[in-house]
């Protein structure tokens, strides 16, 4: 598993415009591939009288899939470059998707490749894009008497809390970097005066 990758911070969406043609650039996280066609489908579904509808992204911490489409225009002029964009950010788990208003002039090969390189660069810059790490699930087990103070501290301290569960005892899943494993349960211990159990879990990515 990956130390870590860059995605975009959120979806957003920017306009652009290039000789009276209107590039509008949709980008957003993608866990997976169906996310990332389901972006698509949404925007095709937004932009319906769109020209065309150029997409590409960018599956898996290593970029193990790549995907991109022309949608009609000129082989190589629109998704390749707004694939190439992504991949020299080196965004992962990332989907773009262009709605083009065509404006009366013809571009050139040149001329879109540009465009909707850019178009896609001026969405990643607007949106921003933000590092995730790789982390260890772990779940912090109390009792009701001190599961908010628990939660309070957590909170306080700026941890990746994913869920609460109340039951006989109040199980918290957080996720902790990975190499601060003993660093969180010797953290935890001090703020619980021993009375938090913790049990680690799965690898996942996170903020933290």
Not at 42 to 64: K, S
Not at 131 to 151: E, N
């Amino acid at each position: 598993m990956r130390e870590g990758y860059v995605t975009v911070a959120r979806e957003g969406v920017h306009e652009s415009e290039v000789n009276r043609s209107r590039f509008v650039c949709t980008v957003a996280p993608a866990a997976t591939e169906a996310e990332a066609q389901a972006v698509l489908a949404r925007v095709r579904a937004a932009y319906p009288d769109a020209t065309h509808h150029c997409f590409a992204y960018v599956v898996g911490a290593d970029a193990d899939v790549q995907k991109s489409g022309d949608d009609g225009e000129p082989g190589g002029t629109a998704g390749l470059p707004m694939l190439q964009l992504l991949l020299r950010r080196e965004l992962r788990y990332v989907v773009a998707v262009v709605a083009r208003y065509f404006g009366g002039t013809k571009l050139g090969a040149g001329g879109l490749i540009r465009a909707y390189g850019g178009a896609v660069g001026a969405a990643v810059d607007a949106v921003g894009t933000v590092t995730r790490r790789r982390m260890r699930l772990v779940t912090v087990t109390v009792d009701h008497g001190r599961a908010g103070k628990v939660l309070g501290h957590l909170h306080a301290a700026g941890r990746d809390v994913r869920g609460v569960a109340y039951g006989e005892n109040v199980e918290i899943e957080v996720a902790v970097p990975a190499g601060d494993l003993d660093g969180f349960g010797s953290w935890l211990a001090d703020a619980t005066a021993g009375g938090a159990e913790l049990r680690p879990g799965d690898e996942v990515y996170g903020t933290g």
